[in-house]
């Protein structure tokens, strides 16, 4: 069984359009995260919900909102999609007490 | 704030040689630190941690790391390379401060020549 599921794993999608982004994770963990991954490999951190709860929203644009349905799922919706915004999308899952963090395979995003 | 750096955008190293892939970090506290590998079109893969205890940390795959608190560095090895170790290595601190936010390096990309 996969931990940490993502779907789709790519996504080809015109300017203007929006598009969702779907993570769910087995391992009965607390916290979940979204990263993104530019073109260059530097992760950088989005969001982070702990129990459902937002804890991290960095300063990406407003298109972006994270939605977490409740403990084991953590969906990334895009509006207005834009160039720019053509990436890897990571999806993950910690908890504090064993320390690492898990990750889903990746979404590519690609924005034409 | 926290952060890490991998001083090496490339490590190259022969078959069978050992390698060494830096990483040095900057935190507030105590350091939670983390390995991770990426292949090709995958996701980041566990190797390794250190919360606390020894300072060299076995992992996953013939991997090791040590932790060095007085040069602030955690740089992972492996005694023996093999050409399916070459891949793009991550190192990460997790920060506490802020959400158990996973800061990474910006990746060391190692070829292993055979």
């Known amino acids: 069984d996969t931990a940490v599921s993502q779907t789709p794993k790519y996504l080809v999608t015109q300017m203007g359009n929006d598009k969702s982004i779907k993570c769910e994770q087995n391992?009965?963990?607390?916290?979940m995260y979204w990263y993104k991954q530019d073109s260059k490999k530097f992760l950088k951190i989005m969001f982070s919900?702990?129990?459902?709860?937002?804890?991290i929203n960095e300063t990406v644009p407003n298109r972006f909102s994270p939605k977490s349905p409740d403990k084991a799922h953590l969906n990334l919706h895009i509006n207005s999609l834009e160039l720019g915004d053509s990436a890897v999308y990571f999806c993950?899952?910690?908890?504090?007490?064993?320390?690492?963090?898990?990750f889903g395979q990746g979404t590519r995003l690609t924005v034409v | 704030a926290q952060s890490v750096a991998q001083p090496e955008d490339q490590v190259n190293v022969a078959e069978g040689n050992p390698l060494t892939v830096k990483c040095t970090y900057s935190?507030?506290?105590?350091?939670?630190l983390f390995w991770y590998v990426q292949y090709p079109n995958r996701g980041l893969q566990f190797l390794l941690k250190?919360?606390?205890?020894?300072?060299l940390v076995k992992g996953s795959y013939g991997f090791e790391a040590e932790f060095n608190k007085s040069q602030t560095s955690f740089h992972l090895k492996k005694p023996s390379a093999l050409v399916s170790d070459s891949a793009l290595y991550f190192c990460?601190?997790?920060?506490?401060?802020?959400?158990?936010?996973?800061?990474f390096g910006p990746g060391t990309r190692l070829s292993v020549l055979p």
């Open positions: 993950a899952s910690s908890q504090v007490e064993s320390g690492e963090a898990f």
């Open positions: 391992l009965g963990h607390d916290t």
């Open positions: 919900y702990n129990n459902k709860e937002l804890i």
């Open positions: 935190v507030s506290g105590n350091p939670y």
């Open positions: 250190y919360i606390t205890g020894d300072n």
């Open positions: 990460a601190v997790r920060d506490d401060n802020y959400g158990q936010n996973f800061v």
